[in-house]
């Protein structure tokens, strides 16, 4: 009995010490040998190509914070109750200016109604001008899920051109490691971006609560601008002639621009990987509109330079 014992304790000593020690000090040596750098070396042009089209993506990521401009500001409550009141779920309630507390009717109305009630509470209004940027937002977070698809299979195709040169174990044990120390910043692949509305109910006695949360992931910022194009009928614009911000639309812009950059003439013919953004050729900043007339294709690069030149 005690001989199993101690081959089981050793065993796992054994094992222990080749998962913690051995592994990773042989995979240092490998990150660091002459062979593995002047790889790295070699790919280093394709990784800034890559990175640089990571940056880029976790920028749109921001498009809507940027949006919400206005201050609540902020206090803090205090519980002066003399009587020995727990008021539990007050230790939970979120305070922040995405969160409403109000009572148990409106979380329920909320959940029936979210984008009405999402423009009442949280001082959205329904305006054109709120319908313009809820456009640019949908317009960025869709070239968000596009870029990250390309960027992903860009840096794979990369790293496949090398993966003979690595040896199986390594490639096998930690993929993503070997793609890093190749100089590949690692995709985000989270959803944080999408912006989460809370309605919160919690009575006064601090028992009982309830909330809806909402949360504007790409299907539903479709529908809110297409909610509030509804009421905003496009005053601006002569009826019909304006069009919206969609999905559907961004396909269109780019097939009839041949899926080919107005500005560098770069397409994906010859840049298999490469994400094309619909641009305003007006800005709407200055008065441009979402009509076809008004949009072009311009590759990540040339939209993101034309930016910074009118910002
Ligand atoms: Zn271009």
Known sequence: MAEIIKIIVFGILAWFFVLKIVIP????????SDSFISMKNNLALNAEKCNALNDHIEDLKLSYSGMESFDYG???LVDNSRYNMQRRQWA????????????????????????????KYFNIKTNEATLEQLEMVLNNFLAVEQGRVL?????????TTVIDSI????????KERVKQELGFTPV??????????????????????????????LDQLERFVGYLSEIVKFK???????????????EQIKQRDNYTCKMCYISTSSERNLLLEIDHIIPISKGGMTTEDNLQVLCWRCNRSKGSKVA
Request: hydrophobic residues 35%; glycine residues 4%.
């Open 74 to 76: 902020e206090g803090q």
């Open 188 to 217: 985000n692949l989270n959803q944080l971006h999408f912006p989460e509305y809370t309605f919160q109910y919690i009575s006064a006695g601090g028992n009982s609560s309830s909330s809806f949360i909402f949360k504007l992931n």
């Open 236 to 250: 601006k614009s002569a009826a019909g002639q304006r069009s919206l911000m969609t999905a559907r639309l961004r």
């Open 151 to 159: 960027l992903i299979n860009e840096r794979d195709t990369v790293v």
């Open 25 to 32: 000090l042989a995979l240092n040596f490998y990150f660091k």
């Open 92 to 119: 939970n309630q979120a305070n922040n200016r995405r969160t409403h507390q109000c009572s148990a009717s409106v979380v329920k109305n909320a959940n029936n109604q979210p984008f009405k009630y999402l423009c």
């Open 167 to 174: 040896p199986w174990a390594v490639w096998r044990y930690d």
